[in-house]
């Protein structure tokens, strides 16, 4: 089976996001990922709600929304209402992950539960039957450019393991510090979907690294 891609729009140039979404989605992206940051769950401010409206006008590709922010069930209705396909939240940004769960589900749209290096990801035992995706962050969340964390890749194998249990109905997202070198560790370990930044978006040929990345070679 040949993975996803998600082109994450971090590593755009923001003086020009139209223009940057139309190259990756002529070179055949599958979706985009939009990293969303509060300066609070991590030391970072990205963008929000208003740029994610304004470019739901410039594509068709589903919007992969990922949410770094503390209490995500506050902001759920109105990331669905700018265009959402899928949300992922962070395991580690509240308490109600069912309620969380539930309320995104309750949108039509794929729910999804992030973990941070540090979390194992024995916690999607719990959550297998009601989730649509896994994301395991394979940097720590804040920022684009980083190298990956070796140590994710054994949590990769262990939530690749518990998804067999749906029938693989659970795929596996990895994000963070992807690209030619490190794609064969995270997909020999069990990665379904690959989220990456730099690499594509620093491309001259954002196809040719999209093709590599669907072969998962
Ligand atoms: C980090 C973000 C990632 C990041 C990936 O917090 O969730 O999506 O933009 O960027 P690269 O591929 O550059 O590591
Ligand atoms: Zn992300």
Redesign the pocket.
Known sequence: MSNLVAP????ADFSNLAHEIERVEKAGADML?L?I?DGVF?K?ISFGLPVVKSIRKCTKLPFDV?L?IIDPIKYIDQFVDAGADSISFHYESCKNHMEVIDRIKSHGIKACMAVSPETSAEVLREFKDKLDMFLI??????????K?VESTLDSIRTAHEISRETGFRVPIEV?????RETLKLVTDAGADII???????TSDDPKSMIDFLREGK
């Open positions: 994450s729009l971090l590593a990922h990293d940051m991590v970072n990922h770094m962050m394979t940097v720590h969340p804040g920022f684009g450019g980083q990956l994000d963070g510090g992807i690209n989220v990456m930044g730099n690499a594509i978006f």
